[in-house]
């Protein structure tokens, strides 16, 4: 796997529901109210970070009991920034993609096509259960997932749209105005054959939990090669939680007291409903299926992808994902304000550094 001669990526989880990122009694700094969140997107608009991602819940659980709906905080974020994109969390059961795609659409208009959407097919049973919406089965919300795409797709970019799916059914529709350009590009996430075939199809980006760099490149590696058969391109993104400090040592007891405070109850319930998901998929290796407890305090394993330590250790870690073919880090914090103000200063100029290091390498090789 070749890597991007892009410069990578860094995009941040938006803290709109409460509770933190980690499930954990430990303190976090962290707002989940407007005024804290308008203040961290700007901060991380002038800290170096490209893209920040609005989270989807429907219903109170494992420590988050509040939950602003990603669609027009994403937009609140927006306008007060000017370079930013923010990606909007969407679940298809609760949106119908007309309505997703007209609000989506008008959003790019008035923000200049800073707007992007995430299309999470949905793994908690119950929440779908308490608004009334059906549960499908695994590789059937990923069908369902699909169609949406290609549906989202097809009203921006075409008049007269007509499309004829299991789930969704379009007749000569035509909206306008389209979105501004570029196109809102479409992420996607989940580790599970039905999710990685569907990113090879369809998506512009693949989101994958937190893993190694060996356990990555896997992942990598099979969505590049079959999207490359399906004569489509996909760009990755990996979830990562980010503890950096000025020593390893610091790093490694902020880990440790993160995991002593980490709320049993919390994580075990957690834990029960993404690993029933996990093993919902037909080959049973959906997201969280190889979690432990202590992965599990971090919603999306962020843990285990190792961004923990000093500036200079995060960023060789970081340019270590580059290398297997990643484009984007997804980043959780702490206390968000003052460690992406941190993370801005003093790791991605490392990075950066680091990455044209290895592009004068590789051009002095030719």
């Not at 259960?129 to 795409?149: K, M, N, Q, V």
Request: proline share 4%; net charge negative.
């Amino acid at each position: 796997m070749t890597a991007s001669n892009d410069p990578i990526k860094f995009a941040y989880w938006v803290p709109n529901v409460s509770g933190g990122l980690v499930i954990s009694r430990i303190e976090q700094r962290t707002g989940w109210d407007i005024d804290y969140n308008r203040r961290l997107a700007q901060i991380a608009e002038q800290s170096g970070f490209d893209y920040a991602l609005s989270q989807i819940r429907f219903t109170a659980g494992y420590g988050a009991e509040f939950q602003h709906e990603p669609v027009a905080f994403s937009h609140a974020l927006l306008a007060a920034t000017t370079k930013l994109k923010v990606i909007a969390a969407l679940l298809p059961g609760p949106w119908n993609p007309a309505v997703a795609a007209k609000q989506i659409a008008t959003i790019s208009q008035l923000t200049e096509g800073r707007v992007a959407v995430n299309i999470v097919s949905g793994w908690f049973r119950g929440e779908f259960t308490a608004i009334g919406e059906p549960w499908l089965d695994h590789d059937e919300r990923y069908r369902r997932s699909e169609e949406f795409i290609r549906a989202l797709r097809g009203i921006w970019t075409q008049d007269n749209f007509t499309f004829r799916g299991d789930f969704y059914r379009f007749s000569d529709y035509t909206l306008k105005p389209k979105p501004a350009h570029p196109l809102p590009e479409i992420f996607q996430g989940g580790s599970s054959r039905a999710a990685r075939d569907m990113a090879a199809r369809v998506s512009d980006w693949y989101f994958t939990n937190g893993n190694s760099v060996a356990e990555i490149k896997k992942q990598v590696d099979d969505i590049r090669a079959k999207a490359r058969a399906n004569n489509h391109s996909v760009k990755i993104g990996v979830n990562a939680f980010a503890i950096a400090r000025d020593s390893e040592v610091e790093a490694r007891a902020v880990l440790d007291e993160i995991i002593v405070k980490a709320d049993p109850e919390a994580v075990n319930a957690f834990g029960h409903e993404v690993k029933n998901a996990g093993k919902a998929s037909p080959e049973g290796q959906g997201n969280w299926a190889q979690s432990s407890f202590e992965d599990l305090v971090q919603y999306n394993d962020g843990f285990k992808t190792n961004l923990i330590g000093t500036p200079e250790q995060i960023a060789e870690r970081i340019v270590a994902l580059k290398e297997v073919g990643v484009d984007l880090v997804l980043l959780g914090f702490l206390h968000f304000q003052e460690e992406v103000e941190y993370f801005g200063r003093r790791v991605i100029p490392l990075v950066r550094a680091l990455e044209a290091k290895t592009a004068a390498h590789a051009q002095a090789a030719e």
